[in-house]
């Protein structure tokens, strides 16, 4: 499966965006949907994740009570919405496509990246 982010962009802090992964192929809804993040200098961190079929849904810490991922089974896409932004939350968005959300290592499809920059 091919993966492709967008709806990247500069935000004030307390300010919104929602990115959107659109994915290739058919076989979209037998995968999980992850988003993973990569600010300067630090590894890539677990943001969020679905499963196939939109029952269950995992957040790290970080973000939780403040994104929402979802999905689209019909339109071959996964979204993210991110509420009350943060300056820390600044970091390259990339989303991704796992067998299993429960094993992290088995994400192994990975789209572009969508810059995110949220100033103070």
């Known amino acids: 499966v091919q993966l492709q982010a967008s709806g990247g962009g500069l935000v004030q802090a307390g300010g919104s965006l929602r990115l959107s992964c659109a994915a290739s192929?058919?076989?979209?809804?037998?995968?999980?949907m992850g988003w993973f993040r990569q600010a300067p200098g630090k590894e890539r961190e677990f943001v969020a994740a679905?499963?196939?079929?939109?029952?269950?849904?995992t957040y790290a810490d970080s973000v939780k009570g403040r994104f929402t991922i979802s999905r689209d089974n019909a339109k071959n896409t996964v979204y993210l919405q991110m509420n009350s932004l943060k300056p820390e939350d600044t970091a390259v968005y990339y989303c991704?496509?796992?067998?299993?959300?429960?094993?992290?290592?088995?994400?192994?499809?990975w789209g572009q990246g969508t810059q995110v920059t949220v100033s103070s």
């Open positions: 679905i499963s196939q079929s939109s029952g269950g849904t």
């Open positions: 192929g058919r076989t979209f809804s037998r995968y999980g």
């Open positions: 991704a496509a796992a067998p299993s959300i429960a094993i992290m290592s088995t994400f192994g499809f």
